[in-house]
């Protein structure tokens, strides 16, 4: 299974930016399917965004379409969530998961793997 190591999770104020990156081990990385999801206290994990491996297709729940950007770089093996025009409802602890190959799923059920998950924290 790919390892997955989740940073750039830190305190912000509403309005503000930032970015999260996902660094995964191995030589397959480019193969996997690679997703975000975020976690609230109290709440269940809310699927964010999603990227194929191969041609980059990217998929994005409602609530962070047009605030949020997920890309990836195969050469690094890293996976990045650009945050923009952040609200104090994005806090949470946001993590990275992967899945071989397949279509982006929206469900955490059924990831290969899962990184530790980084905190998030937007101030009014």
């Known amino acids: 299974q790919v390892q997955l190591v989740e940073s750039g999770g830190e305190s912000v104020q509403a309005g503000g930016s930032l970015r999260l990156s996902c660094a995964a081990s191995g030589r397959t990385f480019s193969g996997y399917t690679m997703h975000w999801f975020r976690q609230a206290p109290g709440k269940e994990r809310e699927f964010l965004a999603g990227i194929s491996g191969s041609d980059g297709f990217t998929y994005y729940a409602n609530s962070v379409k047009g605030r949020f950007t997920m890309s990836r770089d195969n050469a690094k093996n890293t996976v990045y969530l650009q945050m923009n025009s952040l609200k104090s409802e994005d806090t949470a602890v946001y993590y990275c998961?992967?899945?071989?190959?397949?279509?982006?799923?929206?469900?955490?059920?059924?990831?290969?793997?899962w990184g530790k998950g980084t905190l998030v924290t937007v101030s009014s």
């Open positions: 998961a992967a899945n071989w190959g397949g279509l982006i799923r929206p469900i955490s059920d059924g990831m290969d793997s």
